[in-house]
């Protein structure tokens, strides 16, 4: 089944209030005063964020896929859509509105063990996303100015992202 137009925007929207939210509230908390970052680059950020984000997820899906003797066979981050054919890779860009999307597949090679190597494909995404975050998080407190704010971004992102899925299971 498609997901509505309508449903992605409104996810979208509240990821972004939610990280916007979250970022603001880490950073009043830690410098006492507004954030450094110009108002007019957090959408920018935010969007960047997510697609890294949403890049640093889906591979931990493929790594872990890789361990488990998955052969992969698609990964897509906004636009970006990569396949594997028997000739080879390929990459296309995809124009139509499910940009908004992420994915990888793969899949077995044979069935020994399936359960287990099925379970360690889907956690590998939401493990890269929380090492992600912790990594950010340690970045954001270390660091001050619109590097600091960045690594902010990029940890309350990863860690909703975390959660996101974790919920879905």
């Not at 340690?138 to 704010?149: C, Q």
């Amino acid at each position: 089944a498609k997901v509505p137009l309508a449903y992605r925007v409104v996810s979208l929207g509240v990821v972004f209030a939610a990280g916007a939210v979250i970022f603001g509230m880490i950073r009043s908390a830690q410098t006492a005063r507004l954030p450094i970052m110009p108002v007019w680059m957090l959408p920018f950020a935010l969007l960047g964020t997510v697609v890294l984000v949403s890049l640093v997820h889906e591979l931990g899906h493929l790594i872990a896929g890789s361990v488990v003797k998955f052969q992969v066979s698609h990964l897509s981050v906004g636009p970006f859509w990569f396949g594997r054919f028997p000739d080879g890779w390929r990459a296309r860009f995809i124009s139509d509105l499910s940009w908004a999307a992420a994915f990888s597949a793969a899949r077995p090679r044979t069935l020994d063990n399936i359960r287990h190597r099925v379970m360690t494909f889907l956690a590998g995404g939401p493990a890269a996303s929380l090492t992600f975050g912790l990594l950010s998080l340690a970045a954001f407190l270390s660091t001050s100015g619109v590097t600091g704010d960045l690594f902010g971004l990029f940890a309350v992102v990863a860690f909703v992202d975390c959660l996101t899925e974790l919920s879905l299971v």
